[in-house]
């Protein structure tokens, strides 16, 4: 699959929320409230200490978006943590591997060492596999550290690459 990914502007915020919130309300793979304001969902999205990549195809259409930061402070900033939202339209098109590949070489250009997921729900079989494709591994489960909402108790993943 062919795609352009550039780094998000103040106005690419409408379009991305677009498809980060139904994501986010979904529940079942971030840890945010369902009911998360815009305001607050830009908070956590947007952070002044790193990358936030927005993904299209040929046809201008939205097809995803990332963002990459220091996942600690001082001793730990040259780990970044990643996130990442397929446009629903997007979904079953193989995406999701290519693009963690292209946010990694992202992140070797702005000096990090590795790439952390802290919480990669267990359910989430479709975005394991992607990952695991991306050359990232289950360094660690937490039990039980992720509720869905339908009340079910699931484990979540931490996955890490050395870059």
Not at 26 to 36: E, H
Not at 40 to 62: I, M, P, R, S
């Amino acid at each position: 699959m062919s795609f352009l990914v550039r780094e998000q502007q103040q106005e690419d915020w409408p379009v991305v929320w677009s498809i980060l919130e139904p994501v986010f309300r979904s529940g079942d793979s971030y840890p945010l409230p369902r009911d998360v304001s815009e305001r607050d969902a830009k908070e956590y999205w947007l952070k002044t200490d790193g990358y936030n990549g927005v993904v299209f195809d040929e046809g201008d259409a939205l097809l995803g978006a990332y963002y990459l930061r220091p996942d600690q402070g001082g001793p730990g900033s040259h780990v970044c943590n990643a996130g990442y939202v397929i446009a629903a339209a997007a979904r079953g098109r193989h995406l999701a591997t290519p693009l963690c590949l292209q946010s990694q070489e992202q992140a070797r250009s702005m000096g990090f060492k590795a790439m952390k997921f802290n919480l990669v729900v267990s359910t989430n079989a479709a975005a394991i596999n992607a990952w695991v494709k991306a050359g990232m591994e289950i360094i660690g489960t937490a039990p039980g550290a992720f509720q869905l909402p339908d009340g079910r108790v699931v484990d979540a993943h931490i996955m890490y690459k050395s870059l």
